[in-house]
């Protein structure tokens, strides 16, 4: 079946020390999406892709860094992990629209720890 | 993007319809009504949207005020799968890309007792 994958479903990793989160998708979806979503709260967005225009929120911590190298995959990169970064991140995708907004396929989410 | 408000939490018995009520005051002319639902230990997923008209899909029903106002998602006959937050969303249609971003509200979260 086409899906979003995420992994690590579960990263745990120490304060201050780099990460790396991947998403990959057999979907071959144009656009690309990272949630973060803290306990008890709803999803937020970082930022997404449309191809390889990269579109950042306005909110979103320097912290924070995306690669996509190409349609399939699709990385989250925080640089220095603070305790306040522990979250779900959830990775999503959309196909370009036809004049009706499309529907966004989710993965099942990294859960991150900080130590 | 304009706010949606929902309430907190709803319970339901299993095999009851439940509605799930949807307040966008501000609600624009090119605002779509979209609903996710996320299920315990999952990422979201699509459920249902429409304009102005009401919508009917395999999972659920959405009824749509005359105003636009507000909005019903109704699921006919509650499962215990069916246990989850709910989210209704806005998205405009302006500028047709078709990619808005999803902006979620603090959803509703179902519960659904046996």
């Known amino acids: 079946d086409a899906m979003v994958i995420q992994n690590p479903r579960y990263q745990v990793t120490q304060f201050g020390k780099p990460v790396t989160l991947s998403c990959s998708q057999t979907?071959?979806?144009?656009?690309m999406y990272w949630y973060q979503q803290k306990s008890s709260q709803a999803p937020k967005l970082l930022f997404h892709?449309?191809?390889?225009?990269?579109?950042n929120e306005a909110d979103t911590p320097d912290n924070f860094q995306s690669r996509r190298p190409n349609t399939s995959f699709c990385f989250l990169d925080i640089r220095s992990p603070g305790l306040g970064d522990a979250a779900m991140y959830l990775c999503?995708?959309?196909?370009?629209?036809?004049?009706?907004?499309?529907?966004?396929?989710f993965g099942p989410g990294t859960r991150l720890t900080v130590l | 993007d304009a706010k949606t408000t929902q309430p907190n939490s709803m319970e339901s018995n299993e095999e009851e319809p439940v509605h799930l009520p949807c307040n966008h005051s501000?609600?624009?002319?090119?605002?779509?009504i979209h609903w996710y639902r996320q299920l315990p230990s999952q990422g979201p997923e699509y459920v249902i949207h429409?304009?102005?008209s009401n919508v009917n899909n395999r999972m659920a029903s959405l009824a749509i005020a005359e105003d636009r106002k507000s909005s019903t998602l109704i699921l006919h006959r509650a499962t215990l799968r069916d246990a989850a937050v709910y989210y209704c969303?806005?998205?405009?249609?302006?500028?047709?890309?078709?990619?808005?971003?999803?902006?979620f509200g603090k959803g509703t979260r179902l519960s659904v007792i046996a």
């Open positions: 501000t609600i624009s002319g090119t605002d779509y």
């Open positions: 429409g304009l102005t």
């Open positions: 969303i806005l998205r405009d249609v302006e500028g047709g890309s078709g990619n808005t971003p999803l902006v």
């Open positions: 892709y449309y191809d390889k225009d990269f579109n």
């Open positions: 979907l071959n979806h144009n656009v």
């Open positions: 999503a995708t959309s196909r370009p629209g036809t004049g009706v907004l499309n529907e966004q396929f």
